[in-house]
């Protein structure tokens, strides 16, 4: 039986020592009444599983928490997807063992999920924290704080196709919808592109005016290694996301943004010299039809198989 309300914050760990216990106290900290914790380490190696072992047992409080640690490191998707099973919440969250949570996100985010009983997941603003330190919104607002823009909301598959548009760090989930799609895909690499685009093919995304979530960019995260010289990890399932939009399209203004999303990750394949997903992408672009002078030229790229990465790390 699903608990009415409750949220469930499934915080995935990787060394972090540097900055979990700020995450951890961050779910404390919420101001929404009903919550639980499940703080998963996944395999940490620099000091991560004593530092949630202490801030467990001295700092947590009245806050329900589970820990589970790993011996050794796993498949993201997979541990998640684990977790997931579990839960009998109405929504839950995934937290990086890095980010930040502002006080009020859950309470807000909550609110206008709420009042839309068939959306998937609502999602929000977030600071984005560079290694230099410089602070930017996700989306471009104004010195008083208003959106530059107004925010997209409902159906919004074909806009995600070609673009990032939403802060996965931000997302609250309905945990029903997410788990009658079968979660993550666990043979993938990383999440949010696909659940994103799956969840957006059967049901309508809200979003809440807010800024929830400080992210952070740093060396070790995980998207910093997305255009990996050679041997990208994220790639290979970026290609396989791909494919798989493919077959969930319908109209041909969806094929055009794929097209557009074909073309900038085989643009980034080819500069970081990830000639084997490129060579993917570029099929994939042959079989929807992509015509055009970039695509003919990256074609040729990828046949003389042109290294030019050690420029690409130096202007990316």
Request: glycine share 6%.
């Given at each position: ?15 972090h ?25 996944n ?16 700092k947590?409080g ?7 640690f ?12 684990e ?23 859950l309470s ?35 010195n ?11 159906e ?13 760090p ?9 788990e ?18 799956r ?7 809200i ?17 910093a290694?997305q ?12 290609l ?17 943004a ?14 970081s ?19 055009g002078?970039e ?22």
């Amino acid at each position: 039986m699903r608990v009415s309300d409750r949220v469930t914050i499934i915080c995935i760990a990787f060394n972090h020592a540097k900055w979990i216990e700020e995450t951890l106290e961050s779910v404390r900290m919420q101001d929404y009444y009903s919550k639980e914790l499940i703080i998963i380490d996944n395999g940490s190696t620099d000091g991560t599983p004593e530092i949630i072992e202490k801030w467990v047992s001295q700092k947590s409080g009245r806050l329900t928490v589970k820990t589970i640690f790993q011996e050794k490191e796993a498949s993201y998707c997979g541990l998640f997807n684990e977790a997931l099973a579990g839960v009998t919440s109405q929504y839950v969250v995934d937290l990086s063992g890095d980010d930040v949570l502002y006080p009020d996100h859950l309470s807000l985010s909550i609110s206008k999920l709420r009042r839309a009983y068939d959306a998937a997941f609502v999602y929000s603003d977030a600071y984005i924290l560079s290694p230099e330190g410089d602070i930017n919104t996700f989306y471009r607002r104004s010195n008083s704080g208003e959106l530059y823009e107004e925010i997209r909301q409902g159906e919004l598959y074909e806009i995600l196709i070609s673009q990032n548009y939403i802060c996965s760090p931000t997302i609250v989930f309905n945990a029903k919808i997410l788990e009658n799609a079968g979660g993550y895909d666990s043979s993938l690499f990383y999440e949010d592109f696909d659940i994103q685009l799956r969840l957006a093919r059967k049901h309508p995304l809200i979003f809440s005016d807010h800024v929830g979530v400080l992210k952070r960019k740093h060396g070790k995260s995980l998207s910093a290694g997305q255009y990996e010289r050679y041997q990208s990890k994220m790639l290979p399932s970026t290609l396989r996301v791909c494919e798989k939009i493919r077959q969930m399209n319908i109209y041909p203004e969806e094929d055009i943004a794929l097209g557009k999303r074909v073309l900038h990750e085989l643009k980034h394949a080819l500069w970081s010299a990830n000639f084997e997903p490129a060579a993917g992408f570029v099929k994939l672009g042959n079989e929807i039809g992509l015509k055009g002078l970039e695509f003919t030229l990256y074609k040729f790229w990828l046949k003389k198989r042109f290294n030019l990465s050690w420029l690409y790390i130096k202007i990316a």
